[in-house]
């Protein structure tokens, strides 16, 4: 009876562990939530909804069950600002502009926007922003004088301080990040990582109190080409994703994977594709096995840590994020859709 009553339970197991395997992806559907003259490059999943910021000083969200988008237009003076970088602690929608002057807004009283960071001068852009938890995160910009721009919040996002250059790796002559997804920054727990336009990949270890910088052989095609986009699926496994916006059919020299939590990267589908990527993403719940990367090219898909790929679509966004493991926004030229995969 002991032997019966075992075999049962392992049948009922096996039975368990085959209902619930995950089949790879094969398609995509594509339906369109928001359609507007406007760019959106930063989206983020909040509680129930999709924030998102993009040109012309256009901000919003997508509820989640009603595809119902709410909008508005946020000014500083007589400018528009354009958002390319937006994120959440919680309790706070915050939205960063790119260029002179920055302008980082964050949820105020009465439903209006609340201006908590100015930055004016040559060279200010911003890129990307994160946060590590309720109380504390941290933006990206271009370098100015002589190191990347990186600015810290300790108190929910009310006030931001920047980290000074002898507290930075070294900086390189022209060294920023490329603002095209918000997606430069990746943290899990106290570990950060940013990637900049130079193939390196910033690390902290403490939650921006300390740095060291790695190289990822993703460089040496020219001014435009390198890390658009990296991200983790946990402290170790790591993938970046890019190319050259102006040379979009180009494929060498574009994907990357670290599986020692960023101290050490190799290219991966070299000369093969997907081209170029603005945004890359692992597939929640997957393992870390499978990634979606998208750009104005398409949607691409790999099942196997990016190994090799498949083209799932020719629809063009710029950044995405996942919802569950098959469903996921993404946000692009004059659109923000709904992605199912299947």
Not at 5 to 28: G, W
Not at 241 to 247: R, V, W
Request: proline share 2%; charged share 20%.
């Amino acid at each position: 009876m002991k032997k019966l009553v075992v075999a049962i339970c392992a049948l009922a197991l096996f039975a368990c562990e085959q209902k619930n395997e995950v089949k790879p992806f094969t398609s995509v559907v594509v339906k369109d939530v928001y359609t507007k003259n406007v760019s959106i490059r930063a989206i983020e999943v909040l509680d129930g909804s999709v924030g998102f910021a993009g040109n012309n000083g256009v901000f919003g969200s997508v509820d989640l069950k009603t595809n119902k988008v709410i909008t508005n237009v946020q000014k500083y003076d007589t400018i528009l600002p354009e958002f390319r970088a937006v994120g959440t602690t919680g309790a706070d929608f915050f939205m960063l502009s790119v260029t002179n002057p920055a302008l980082l807004y964050k949820t105020g009283e009465n439903g209006k926007m609340e201006l908590v960071y100015t930055e004016k001068g040559d060279g200010v852009f911003y890129d990307a922003i994160n946060f590590w938890n309720s109380k504390e995160g941290i933006a990206v910009g271009d370098s100015v004088d002589g190191c990347l721009s990186v600015i810290v919040t300790r108190d929910g996002g009310n006030s931001w301080n920047k980290i000074a250059c002898n507290n930075l790796p070294e900086g390189i002559a022209g060294e920023g990040a490329f603002a095209a997804s918000n997606t430069n920054i990746k943290i899990v727990g106290d570990k950060t990582w940013i990637a900049t336009t130079k193939g390196r990949v910033f690390y902290s270890a403490d939650k921006g109190t300390t740095w060291d910088v790695f190289s990822v052989p993703m460089t040496g095609l020219g001014e435009t080409h390198g890390i658009f986009s990296l991200d983790f699926y946990n402290e170790n496994l790591g993938f970046a994703i890019g190319g050259d916006f102006t040379k979009p059919e180009q494929n060498i020299k574009n994907k990357a994977v670290t599986t020692d939590g960023g101290v050490t990267w190799s290219l991966v589908a070299d000369g093969k594709e997907p081209d170029y990527k603005s945004c890359v993403q692992f597939v929640p719940e997957r393992n870390g096995n499978e990634l979606v990367a998208v750009g104005f090219t398409g949607i691409a898909y790999s099942s196997d840590k990016g190994q090799t790929w498949k083209e799932l679509s020719k629809e063009g966004f710029y950044t995405i994020r996942f919802v569950n493991d098959t469903l996921a926004y993404a946000a692009g030229k004059d659109r923000i859709s709904k992605l199912i995969f299947k």
